[in-house]
Nanobody
Framework: VQLQASGGGLVQAGGSLRLSCAAS????????MAWFRQAPGKERDFVAG????????RYGDSVKGRFTISRDNAKNTVYLQMNSLKPDDTAVYYC??????????????????WGKGTLVTVSS
């Protein structure tokens, strides 16, 4: 499985961006998917996750109410809609896939596949 994230860029505080992550392969619809982010000098942190069916989602505390994760299994794509962006949201954003058949997990060590990341920069 290959994951390709896109949609990053430079945005002013308070603005919005929509990230996309396109996956190869025919088993995307069975994978739980997640977004993580890593700011310079910091660890990679969980942002949002979505169950394979799209019926269950989870969010990191710092993005709740501002970010929304969704997926389109027909297009093999997962999205991250980011609203009310803050300078602290500046990071490289990575999409990840959990290929195990299980409940949604948010631990980065549980992810089986990673995309290369897309940079989001929020200016104040």
């Amino acid at each position: 499985v290959q994951l390709q994230a896109s949609g990053g860029g430079l945005v002013q505080a308070g603005g919005s961006l929509r990230l996309s992550c396109a996956a190869s392969g025919r088993t995307f619809s069975t994978y739980n998917m997640a977004w993580f982010r890593q700011a310079p000098g910091k660890e990679r942190d969980f942002v949002a996750g979505i169950q394979w069916s799209g019926g269950y989602t989870r969010y990191g505390d710092s993005v709740k109410g501002r970010f929304t994760i969704s997926r389109d299994n027909a297009k093999n794509t997962v999205y991250l809609q980011m609203n009310s962006l803050k300078p602290d949201d500046t990071a490289v954003y990575y999409c990840a896939a959990d290929a195990s058949v299980r409940a949604l997990v948010i631990n980065k060590l549980a992810m089986d596949y990673w995309g290369k990341g897309t940079l989001v920069t929020v200016s104040s």
